[in-house]
Protein backbone atom coordinates (compact mmCIF):
# COMPACT_ATOMS: atom_id res chain seq x y z
CA UNK A 1 0.00 0.00 0.00
CA UNK A 2 1.19 3.54 -0.79
CA UNK A 3 2.55 5.36 2.10
CA UNK A 4 2.08 8.40 0.35
CA UNK A 5 -0.63 9.61 -1.90
CA UNK A 6 -0.39 11.84 -4.68
CA UNK A 7 -3.34 12.55 -6.78
CA UNK A 8 -3.30 12.87 -9.77
CA UNK A 9 -0.88 11.17 -11.41
CA UNK A 10 -1.15 12.84 -14.51
CA UNK A 11 -2.25 16.49 -15.04
CA UNK A 12 -2.70 18.05 -18.27
CA UNK A 13 -3.68 21.91 -17.71
CA UNK A 14 -3.95 25.04 -20.10
CA UNK A 15 -1.76 28.14 -19.40
CA UNK A 16 -3.60 30.72 -17.39
CA UNK A 17 -5.59 27.88 -15.51
CA UNK A 18 -5.17 26.76 -11.91
CA UNK A 19 -4.44 23.39 -11.01
CA UNK A 20 -4.34 22.02 -7.31
CA UNK A 21 -1.93 18.73 -6.74
CA UNK A 22 -3.02 16.17 -4.24
CA UNK A 23 -0.93 14.97 -1.03
CA UNK A 24 -1.68 12.76 1.72
CA UNK A 25 0.61 10.71 3.78
CA UNK A 26 0.06 7.78 6.45
CA UNK A 27 3.39 7.31 8.04
CA UNK A 28 2.54 9.25 11.13
CA UNK A 29 5.14 11.75 10.43
CA UNK A 30 5.27 15.17 11.84
CA UNK A 31 6.97 17.48 8.63
CA UNK A 32 5.64 17.35 5.14
CA UNK A 33 7.60 18.75 1.67
CA UNK A 34 7.01 20.00 -1.59
CA UNK A 35 9.73 19.09 -4.22
CA UNK A 36 9.76 20.09 -8.02
CA UNK A 37 11.88 18.07 -10.49
CA UNK A 38 12.42 19.37 -14.27
CA UNK A 39 14.56 18.23 -16.92
CA UNK A 40 16.41 21.80 -16.27
CA UNK A 41 17.19 21.41 -12.41
CA UNK A 42 17.45 18.77 -10.26
CA UNK A 43 14.82 18.55 -7.44
CA UNK A 44 14.08 21.75 -6.31
CA UNK A 45 13.04 22.39 -2.84
CA UNK A 46 9.55 24.12 -2.77
CA UNK A 47 7.93 24.62 0.81
CA UNK A 48 7.69 22.64 4.14
CA UNK A 49 5.16 21.93 6.69
CA UNK A 50 5.64 21.02 9.89
CA UNK A 51 3.11 20.13 12.09
CA UNK A 52 0.36 21.79 9.55
CA UNK A 53 2.83 24.93 10.12
CA UNK A 54 4.43 26.70 6.76
CA UNK A 55 8.63 26.70 8.19
CA UNK A 56 10.17 27.74 5.09
CA UNK A 57 8.84 28.78 1.76
CA UNK A 58 11.79 28.90 -1.57
CA UNK A 59 9.55 29.53 -4.35
CA UNK A 60 9.91 32.48 -6.00
CA UNK A 61 6.30 32.84 -7.21
CA UNK A 62 3.30 33.51 -5.32
CA UNK A 63 1.68 31.67 -7.51
CA UNK A 64 2.18 28.37 -5.67
CA UNK A 65 0.51 27.72 -2.28
CA UNK A 66 0.83 25.20 -0.26
CA UNK A 67 -2.79 24.33 1.92
CA UNK A 68 -3.06 22.02 4.73
CA UNK A 69 -6.05 20.94 6.00
CA UNK A 70 -4.96 18.13 8.55
CA UNK A 71 -1.56 17.09 9.87
CA UNK A 72 -1.28 14.25 7.13
CA UNK A 73 -2.28 16.58 4.15
CA UNK A 74 0.00 18.84 2.15
CA UNK A 75 -1.85 20.38 -1.41
CA UNK A 76 -0.25 22.59 -3.45
CA UNK A 77 -2.38 25.19 -5.63
CA UNK A 78 -0.60 26.39 -8.78
CA UNK A 79 -3.01 29.31 -10.36
CA UNK A 80 -1.87 31.28 -13.68
CA UNK A 81 -0.02 27.96 -15.44
CA UNK A 82 2.50 28.52 -17.23
CA UNK A 83 4.44 26.42 -19.53
CA UNK A 84 7.55 26.84 -17.36
CA UNK A 85 5.63 25.22 -14.98
CA UNK A 86 5.98 22.14 -16.70
CA UNK A 87 7.38 19.32 -14.10
CA UNK A 88 6.88 16.03 -12.25
CA UNK A 89 5.94 17.56 -8.29
CA UNK A 90 6.85 15.19 -5.62
CA UNK A 91 5.35 15.11 -2.02
CA UNK A 92 7.26 14.21 0.56
CA UNK A 93 7.12 13.75 4.88
CA UNK A 94 9.84 12.78 7.57
CA UNK A 95 8.90 12.26 10.79
CA UNK A 96 11.23 15.18 12.05
CA UNK A 97 13.21 17.65 10.86
CA UNK A 98 16.57 16.00 10.51
CA UNK A 99 15.21 12.35 9.36
CA UNK A 100 15.10 10.98 6.04
CA UNK A 101 12.18 11.30 3.81
CA UNK A 102 9.96 9.06 1.89
CA UNK A 103 8.70 10.47 -1.28
CA UNK A 104 5.31 9.82 -3.26
CA UNK A 105 5.43 8.61 -6.60
CA UNK A 106 4.49 12.30 -7.82
CA UNK A 107 2.28 14.18 -10.13
CA UNK A 108 3.50 15.01 -13.52
CA UNK A 109 2.12 18.38 -14.45
CA UNK A 110 2.32 19.69 -18.40
CA UNK A 111 1.16 23.06 -19.03
CA UNK A 112 0.08 23.61 -22.57
CA UNK B 1 24.24 28.69 1.03
CA UNK B 2 24.21 25.13 1.17
CA UNK B 3 25.32 23.18 -2.32
CA UNK B 4 25.75 19.53 -3.21
CA UNK B 5 27.50 18.54 -6.28
CA UNK B 6 27.59 15.53 -7.97
CA UNK B 7 29.62 15.95 -11.53
CA UNK B 8 29.87 12.20 -12.54
CA UNK B 9 26.73 12.38 -15.13
CA UNK B 10 26.62 8.26 -15.37
CA UNK B 11 28.70 5.34 -15.12
CA UNK B 12 28.44 1.95 -16.47
CA UNK B 13 29.60 -1.11 -14.92
CA UNK B 14 29.10 -4.81 -15.09
CA UNK B 15 26.80 -7.14 -12.89
CA UNK B 16 28.70 -8.08 -9.43
CA UNK B 17 31.84 -5.21 -9.74
CA UNK B 18 31.98 -2.17 -6.76
CA UNK B 19 31.22 1.20 -8.15
CA UNK B 20 31.29 4.84 -6.52
CA UNK B 21 29.86 7.80 -6.91
CA UNK B 22 30.99 11.11 -5.85
CA UNK B 23 29.22 13.86 -4.22
CA UNK B 24 30.82 16.96 -2.72
CA UNK B 25 28.91 19.39 -0.44
CA UNK B 26 29.37 23.12 0.52
CA UNK B 27 27.98 24.34 3.89
CA UNK B 28 28.98 26.99 6.50
CA UNK B 29 27.51 24.61 8.93
CA UNK B 30 29.30 22.63 11.64
CA UNK B 31 26.58 20.10 11.75
CA UNK B 32 24.52 18.71 8.82
CA UNK B 33 23.20 15.35 7.85
CA UNK B 34 23.70 13.86 4.26
CA UNK B 35 21.69 11.73 2.26
CA UNK B 36 21.49 9.07 -1.19
CA UNK B 37 18.50 8.63 -2.47
CA UNK B 38 17.71 6.41 -5.60
CA UNK B 39 15.17 7.02 -8.60
CA UNK B 40 14.50 4.11 -9.96
CA UNK B 41 13.28 4.36 -13.94
CA UNK B 42 9.51 4.50 -12.92
CA UNK B 43 10.31 7.33 -11.09
CA UNK B 44 10.31 6.49 -7.75
CA UNK B 45 12.85 8.23 -4.94
CA UNK B 46 13.79 5.60 -2.41
CA UNK B 47 16.26 6.78 0.71
CA UNK B 48 19.10 4.56 0.35
CA UNK B 49 21.02 6.00 3.47
CA UNK B 50 22.45 9.01 5.45
CA UNK B 51 25.66 10.32 7.28
CA UNK B 52 25.45 12.80 9.86
CA UNK B 53 28.40 14.87 10.40
CA UNK B 54 29.34 14.46 13.94
CA UNK B 55 29.93 10.80 13.15
CA UNK B 56 33.07 9.43 12.24
CA UNK B 57 32.44 5.74 11.81
CA UNK B 58 30.75 5.32 7.72
CA UNK B 59 27.81 4.58 7.53
CA UNK B 60 26.67 1.30 6.10
CA UNK B 61 23.50 -0.49 5.01
CA UNK B 62 23.19 -3.82 3.39
CA UNK B 63 25.00 -3.59 -0.16
CA UNK B 64 25.67 0.05 0.73
CA UNK B 65 28.37 1.99 2.09
CA UNK B 66 29.66 5.50 2.68
CA UNK B 67 32.79 7.68 2.21
CA UNK B 68 32.55 9.96 4.44
CA UNK B 69 35.72 12.34 4.16
CA UNK B 70 34.67 15.90 6.22
CA UNK B 71 38.14 17.39 5.35
CA UNK B 72 37.48 17.34 1.27
CA UNK B 73 33.53 17.48 2.24
CA UNK B 74 33.39 14.62 0.70
CA UNK B 75 30.20 11.59 0.72
CA UNK B 76 30.89 9.15 -1.67
CA UNK B 77 28.21 6.20 -1.98
CA UNK B 78 29.60 2.67 -3.00
CA UNK B 79 27.58 -0.25 -4.06
CA UNK B 80 29.40 -3.64 -3.62
CA UNK B 81 28.53 -6.54 -5.41
CA UNK B 82 26.24 -4.25 -8.19
CA UNK B 83 22.59 -6.17 -9.61
CA UNK B 84 20.94 -5.08 -12.56
CA UNK B 85 18.22 -3.72 -10.43
CA UNK B 86 20.55 -1.08 -8.96
CA UNK B 87 20.45 0.74 -12.31
CA UNK B 88 18.86 3.85 -11.78
CA UNK B 89 19.88 7.76 -10.65
CA UNK B 90 21.35 8.35 -7.64
CA UNK B 91 21.13 11.49 -5.73
CA UNK B 92 22.94 12.97 -3.28
CA UNK B 93 21.57 15.50 -0.78
CA UNK B 94 22.34 17.51 2.42
CA UNK B 95 20.38 19.46 5.35
CA UNK B 96 22.38 21.22 7.56
CA UNK B 97 21.80 21.24 10.97
CA UNK B 98 21.08 25.04 12.54
CA UNK B 99 20.51 26.86 9.53
CA UNK B 100 17.28 28.56 9.45
CA UNK B 101 15.86 27.00 6.68
CA UNK B 102 14.28 24.05 6.32
CA UNK B 103 15.32 22.53 2.80
CA UNK B 104 17.29 19.59 1.98
CA UNK B 105 19.88 20.31 -1.25
CA UNK B 106 19.45 17.52 -3.69
CA UNK B 107 22.99 17.43 -5.89
CA UNK B 108 21.97 16.64 -9.71
CA UNK B 109 22.28 12.85 -10.12
CA UNK B 110 24.78 10.62 -11.16
CA UNK B 111 22.89 7.72 -14.05
CA UNK B 112 23.85 4.36 -12.89
CA UNK B 113 23.74 1.37 -15.64
CA UNK B 114 24.46 -2.07 -14.47
CA UNK B 115 25.23 -4.55 -17.69
CA UNK B 116 24.89 -8.26 -17.43
Known amino acids: DPKIIQKPKYLVAVTGSEKILICEQYLGHNAMYWYRQSAKKPLEFMFS???????DNQTASSRFQPQSSKKNHLDLQITALKPDDSATYFC???????????FGSGTRLLVI | AQKVTQTQTSISVMEKTTVTMDCVYE???????LFWYKQTASGEIVFLIRQDSYKKENATVGHYSLNFQKPKSSIGLIITATQIEDSAVYFCAMREGSSNTDKVVFGTGTRLQVSP
Open chain 1, 92 to 102: ASSQDWNSDYT
Open chain 1, 49 to 55: YSYQKLM
Open chain 2, 27 to 33: TQDSSYF
